[in-house]
């Protein structure tokens, strides 16, 4: 410790002054190293590319294991897009699966072209026909069987020609040839619909259990019998819809959930024609049978996809598929219409149905949430809004109907505000429409009701009108916005007329509703600095004034003549003396953000 000196610095200065230097040091090295790495990249881009080695020079390199460090360049927007068509259909073509389809249907085609020519040529009797109908199919399947680990594609295609094949030839057997009784052909087809389903768990596959379900629905109707009771059509529709579900129910596919649906609906509309048009269709189990199949085809169409996304939850990586919304949407429209039409209920009893099927949908809506089930659960609202919807018309008259109507789309709009569902405000919107079309046919074609403005009926439509103002504010959409309170306020001055011209005098009375309505609208203009408020009512009291040189100057006594021209004319005086610029917007202030542009000046 020699060579310290004797004035050594405090323990303090000495640790800042080594902090120091080491910063110093510190910040010279990345000056260094940003130096080394800019030279570095110059060198990188100024050096060629390597020349192309010659074929016989370039030997396959070893695989390299991954790493971090040489990952893969991120896509641009160029690879994260559709491959073009060409690639698209190269990719099909090298798929083969066009060779397996074409194949068998050409196989099918030959077949039937034998069939043919041995029936003209007297050849094979029914029969041998039928038998070798049920060969080619049970040879089909075997094939179809035996390839399912080489070929998967050609096994699909093999059985779900073979099940075919085989359905072909039970219907031929009954209904052509009459070889087998009808309960023997029926177990046949049964037993063909229970191995479709059963391949179809077994394979993995869809088509096996879609084709299966179809064969299974156009049963009835294919092996059709005199005498069948609808009863016994609604039982089986149900097993065939409960198998199908059962399938759906483990392994969700979409096909299959649409040729249930449009099977289902199918067979279940026979049916009721059978009800509407069949005088002998009134026992009372035969439309018990047929509604127990209506809530077995709300369930596995409306409420098993439903669950299943439920029963997901967060694990759903991805947005609902389109087709648990589409179902949820379409099967209580179907069921409800095909109940209207199996029993012939009051209106009172329907609109409970509705009513009690609207709050389920409402609860599911609530339950699904908004997450990744956020589309399923739109389609639960909507469906509920709509149930509700035929609840209130079958419950009420136009006016609370309106009124229900206008509530319901502002309830609508203000969700679809809240949470961005367009579904909610195109719904709103679409009712908003429909409940103007209600109110604007009743002013036209219904009498008003004493006392004027303050009766049921009126004060219904009053309110639906004002919800359309409602609807205004909740519109963020400037242009939405002004249809909105245009056509609330054109309905208002149609309302006013409506309650008081039946009156005595009812012209003059409906002329100063009219001008104290546009007064009230300008002083909240005014007051609210609407420069847009204050030309609508502006322009109300110009209509007042044509309103009175084409109608009231024919209609009206001489004394309210006097009266009306000389009260509003002494209005219009006021006003100009007081607003001398009402039509004008106000002039610009400093700071737009302070003022709005449309404020009244001070």
């Known amino acids: 410790m020699d060579d310290v000196p004797s004035t050594d610095p405090s323990p303090g200065e ?20 940003r130096a080394d790495v800019a030279r570095l990249a110059e060198m990188v881009r100024a050096e060629p590319p390597p020349a192309a080695a010659p074929p016989e020079a370039r030997q396959p390199s070893p695989p390299e294991a991954s790493s971090p460090a040489r990952e893969a360049p991120s896509a641009g927007p160029e690879d994260v897009t559709k491959p073009p068509l060409w690639h698209r259909v190269q990719h099909v073509l090298e798929g083969a699966n066009w060779l ?51 070929r998967p594609a050609l096994s699909q295609v093999l059985l779900g020609g073979g099940i075919a094949a085989l359905y072909a030839s039970v219907f031929a057997a ?5 070889l087998l009784p009808y309960a023997l052909a029926f177990a046949a087809m049964v037993g063909i619909t229970g191995a479709a389903f059963g391949l179809s768990v077994r394979q993995d596959r869809a088509v096996l259990a879609v084709i299966g379900t179809a064969g299974g629905l156009a049963t009835p109707f294919l092996l059709y019998v005199e005498g069948g009771t609808l009863a016994g059509l609604a039982g089986y529709t149900s097993l065939v819809l409960l198998g199908a579900g059962a399938i ?54 409306g409420f098993i996809p439903s669950v299943r996304v439920l029963r997901a939850g967060s694990r759903a990586a991805k947005p609902t598929p389109w087709t648990p919304v589409v179902l949820a949407l379409g099967a209580p429209v179907v069921v409800l219409t095909l109940t209207a039409a199996a029993w012939d209920l009051p209106d009172l009893a329907m609109g409970l149905i509705a009513l009690g099927s ?35 018309h079958l419950f009420f008259e136009v006016p609370a109907r309106a009124l229900f109507l206008a509530a319901e789309a502002v309830l609508l709009l203000s969700v679809a505000r809240v949470q961005g569902a367009s579904s909610f405000a195109w719904a709103g919107r679409a009712l908003l429409a429909g409940v103007a079309s209600l109110v604007l046919n009743y002013l036209v074609d219904v009498p008003a009701l ?17 919800c359309g103002v409602l609807a205004a504010l909740l519109t963020q959409r400037s242009v939405l916005r002004v249809v909105y309170a245009s056509a609330a306020h054109g309905l208002a001055l149609g309302w006013l007329l409506h309650q008081l011209v039946p009156l005595p005098n009812g012209q003059a009375y409906a002329s100063i509703a ?37 109608v009231d100057l024919a209609q009206l006594s001489a004394g309210w003549r006097i009266l009306l021209f000389l009260g509003i004319g002494a209005s219009f005086l006021v006003l100009s003396y007081a607003f001398p610029s009402l039509w004008q917007p106000p002039p610009a202030e400093p700071s737009s953000e302070e003022l709005p542009s449309e404020d009244l000046p001070p």
């Open 14 to 33: 000495d640790a800042r002054e080594v902090l120091e230097a080491r910063l110093t040091r510190l910040e010279a090295e990345v000056r260094t190293l």
């Open 450 to 466: 004493q006392p004027p403005l303050f009766n049921g009926p009126a004060i219904a439509l009053g309110l639906a009108i004002g």
């Open 248 to 301: 759906y129910w483990r392994h969700a596919w979409a096909t299959l959930a649409w040729t249930a649906f449009a099977g289902g609906t199918l067979a279940l509309l026979a049916g009721a024609v059978d009800i509407l048009f069949n005088a002998s269709t009134t026992l009372t189990v035969d439309r018990a049978a047929f509604q127990g199949s209506l809530l077995v085809l709300l369930a596995i169409s």
């Open 174 to 178: 009954y209904q052509l040839y009459d």
């Open 514 to 550: 009219w001008a104290i309505y546009a007064l009230l609208l300008l002083a909240v203009g005014v007051q609210t600095r609407r420069l847009l408020l204050r030309r609508v009512a502006l322009g109300t009291l110009l209509l007042l004034v044509a309103k009175l040189f084409f």
């Open 100 to 150: 397996n389809l074409i194949g068998i249907g050409l196989l099918l085609f030959g077949v039937l072209f034998l069939f043919k020519y041995a029936i003209d040529q007297g050849w094979v009797t029914p029969l041998v026909r039928v038998a070798a109908g049920v060969g080619i199919g049970i040879g089909l399947m075997v094939a179809g069987g035996r390839l399912k680990e080489a």
């Open 358 to 392: 609207a709050l389920g949908y409402a609860g599911g809506y609530v339950r699904l949430g908004t997450g990744t089930a956020g589309r399923l659960a739109q389609a639960h609202g909507l469906a509920a809004a709509a149930l509700a919807i035929v609840a209130w």
